[in-house]
């Protein structure tokens, strides 16, 4: 079984600065890991996934995350925000071959101000 | 548009009622997959379709909930004699078949929230 935590559940930042957010998983399998978007009242939207090679992946909207395996981390960074990516952020893991099932961490809230 | 539909948007039942949802996925699409959402936490799988069959079924899926995709098109999410714990956002997606294609991507529905009074 797989799991996968988001420690912080809420992120302010100011408006034009970096931001990380942190994503944590656990498997006794290699996994593919994902973010996922969702604005208020939306579904989600892929961000960007991993699944082998470089360990640095680049997503849409600006967004990058990088997979530490030895860490099992996969963190979501943007060097400069804008109020427009505020919503709600979820990383996500599957195992290869594991029928696309994914698992959700609980979120983090980014929230943008200027 | 060739996203994932999901009718209605929103649903407000009063307890004990029985309400039931419609997702289209994307027409290539062979994967279906239902997927529950509350306050607060990340969607939670619930379970999903290979073509018509149904392939998994989440602890989640008590025996009031029952999933359909007659002929592997759309599906459908029952939920018989609704209490207040069901209200959620439920959220279905899809995806190809072939993991190679697209590395295992899902592309999800705007979801129907669920309102149980």
């Known amino acids: 079984a797989q799991s996968v935590t988001q420690l912080d559940s809420q992120v302010p930042v100011f408006e034009e600065a970096p931001v990380e957010l942190r994503c944590n998983y656990s498997s006794s399998v290699s996994v593919y890991l994902f973010w996922y978007v969702q604005y208020p009242n939306q579904g989600l939207q892929l961000l960007l996934k991993?699944?082998?090679?470089?360990?640095l992946v680049k997503g849409i909207n600006g967004f990058e995350a990088e997979f530490n395996k030895s860490q099992t981390s996969f963190h979501l960074r943007k060097p400069s925000v804008h109020i427009s990516d505020t919503a709600e952020y979820f990383c996500?893991?599957?195992?290869?071959?594991?029928?696309?099932?994914?698992?959700f961490g609980t979120g983090t809230q980014l929230k943008v101000e200027l | 548009d060739t996203g994932v539909s999901q009718n209605p948007r929103h649903k407000i039942t009063k307890r004990g009622q029985n309400v039931t949802f419609r997702c289209d996925p994307i027409s290539e699409h062979n994967r279906l997959y239902w997927y529950r959402q509350t306050l607060g936490q990340g969607p939670e799988f619930l379970t999903y379709f290979q073509n018509e069959a149904q392939l998994e079924k989440s602890r989640l899926l008590s025996d009031r909930f029952s999933a359909e995709r007659p002929k592997g098109s759309f599906s459908t999410l029952e939920i018989q004699r609704t209490e207040q714990g069901d209200s959620a956002m439920y959220l279905c997606a899809s995806s190809p078949t072939s993991l190679a294609h697209t590395g295992a991507e899902a592309f999800f529905g705007q979801g129907t929230r669920l309102t149980v009074v």
């Open positions: 991993y699944l082998s090679g470089s360990t």
């Open positions: 996500a893991v599957t195992p290869p071959g594991g029928g696309n099932k994914l698992t």
